[in-house]
């Protein structure tokens, strides 16, 4: 699906990665944007924050059984987490019935198998472009396939809220979090960390160009789709390297990140995989 494409940026492995069935599900999607109604503005935003193939280390990548709902005095589908949020899931059918009834909202696209809705009355203003969409859902062929969560007020599971310290991420998940960084953007301030959520990698000898069913292994039998976390952080000290290998992934390394979150993208790893917007 994705060699067609010349505009995606190189990936790696992990974040490349799509569980066939996944991909059987979720298909026919060119590339993310970087979500909202100012597209030109926001497809440049989610260059600066995109991923690098070789930025990942997918020896590093582990799941993240740790990460529990910590924002516990709120009901749960108001709080972003691997259920959903509100009353959209991962994987759930999107009509245009369900949004009028939802009051959810298409965000302009000629795309209509990759494109964005978000709740009109969800917003927040950004000092540069003014009013933006707080939570965008991004639909890839019919079907919720990541969550965007922009602005600083709405709660992620994690207990990591836009705008908190790259400590903060850290503190987190454990440390059990990956380096990424944009091979065209290495001399600014950008980075991403990525965490699985609820998969290990298996079979990691046979790994190929995409991740395969064989190569991922749900933690839970309950569990349809894999899911990922990733935050792009800004405004900090990033690593020198675009690379980091396992032995250089220490936690004297980890803690000399400095920034703080941005934006916190939760969805399959098609759709983290897809950083330039469903154009």
């Not at 974040?15 to 970087?34: E, I, R, W």
């Not at 709120?74 to 259920?83: A, W």
């Not at 994690?158 to 903060?168: I, P, Q």
């Not at 790994?207 to 292994?217: D, F, P, Q, R, V």
């Amino acid at each position: 699906m994705f060699d067609s494409h010349n505009h995606l940026l190189s990936k790696s492995l992990l974040v490349s990665a799509c569980l066939v069935g996944s991909m059987q599900l979720l298909t026919g999607c060119d590339s993310q944007p970087s979500p909202s109604g100012d597209k030109a503005v926001q497809i440049e935003e989610s260059k600066e924050t995109s991923v690098d193939t070789d930025s990942v280390d997918t020896d590093n990548v582990v799941t993240d059984d740790k990460a529990t709902n910590k924002e516990t005095n709120l009901p749960d589908d108001q709080v972003v987490s691997p259920s959903g949020y509100q009353k959209l899931g991962f994987g759930q059918v999107v009509t245009p019935a369900l949004l009028a009834d939802l009051g959810l909202t298409k965000q302009q696209s000629d795309n209509e198998q990759c494109y964005y809705v978000s709740d009109p009355k969800q917003v927040y203003t950004d000092q540069t472009y003014g009013e933006r969409a707080a939570v965008l859902y991004q639909i890839i062929d019919g079907k919720v396939a990541l969550i965007s969560i922009r602005d600083t007020k709405t709660p992620f599971y994690t207990g990591v809220h836009v705008g908190d310290s790259v400590e903060a991420v850290m503190s987190a998940h454990d440390d059990s979090i990956t380096y990424a960084v944009d091979k065209y953007a290495v001399d600014g301030d950008y980075y991403n960390l990525i965490a699985n959520v609820n998969f290990i990698i298996v079979n990691d000898e046979n790994l190929g160009t995409l991740l395969k069913a064989e190569n991922i292994k749900l933690n839970n039998e309950n569990d349809a789709l894999p899911l990922q976390v990733e935050y792009h952080i800004k405004g900090g000290q990033k690593l020198s390297a675009n690379t980091i290998t396992e032995t250089d992934w220490t936690v004297e390394t980890k803690r000399a990140l400095e920034g703080q979150v941005q934006s916190i993208d939760i969805g399959i790893p098609e759709a983290i995989y897809l950083v330039e917007g469903c154009s």
